[in-house]
């Protein structure tokens, strides 16, 4: 975990460089604003007992007012599973996570964003009892454990209209990776 939070930094050295390519502002008097734009991403999230993939949708602000601040929301998944149950019934296991948040320009093409994470571990599992009539099945029933979290990272605008991302997620504890474009 301190190693994660030790590569943070290890971006900023990106904002240095910032790319003199597709330059998005505009001067508006005294004002510097930047055109709206939307990034798409995909995301990766390692984690010990089963990596989740998901996406991201993070549109910067429409507001000529707050021209620096935007948001995002995502949505990521894992793998379902079997899991060990009593005979002769059946379990599978399944986690998703959804995360919203704001993010901030810092300079040119360097954004820090921070969010909520809502962490869900599913578990459907049945006895194998099932109704008595033609062509029945089993009855599943479902079991939800939410764990909260915070995440925070760094998104870097690299030219042609990609985007990498790297952050800390506490709900996972573990790095998010991001890649998308823009």
Do not use: C
């Amino acid at each position: 975990m301190r190693a994660a939070l030790l590569s943070l930094p290890l971006m900023l050295p990106l904002a240095l460089q910032a790319s003199p390519f597709e330059n998005s502002n505009k001067s508006r008097g005294d004002k510097l604003t930047r055109q709206p734009y939307a990034m798409l991403a995909a995301d990766y999230i390692p984690m010990d007992d089963g990596d989740l993939w998901g996406i991201t949708l993070a549109p910067t602000h429409y507001d000529p007012h707050y021209p620096e601040w935007g948001y995002y929301g995502g949505f990521a998944w894992g793998g379902s599973s079997h899991a060990p149950w009593p005979e002769p019934g059946r379990a599978k296991t399944r986690r998703y996570m959804v995360r919203f948040g704001v993010s901030r320009r810092l300079v040119s093409d360097l954004n820090l964003y921070g969010g909520v994470v809502r962490l869900t571990d599913e578990l459907r599992y049945t006895n194998m009892v099932t109704p008595r009539h033609v062509g029945a099945e089993p009855i599943w029933h479902t079991e939800n454990e939410h764990h909260w979290g915070g995440e925070i990272g760094l998104r870097y605008m690299l030219p042609f209209n990609l985007a990498v991302g790297l952050g800390y997620n506490s709900a996972t504890e573990s790095m998010v990776f991001t890649l998308g474009v823009h």
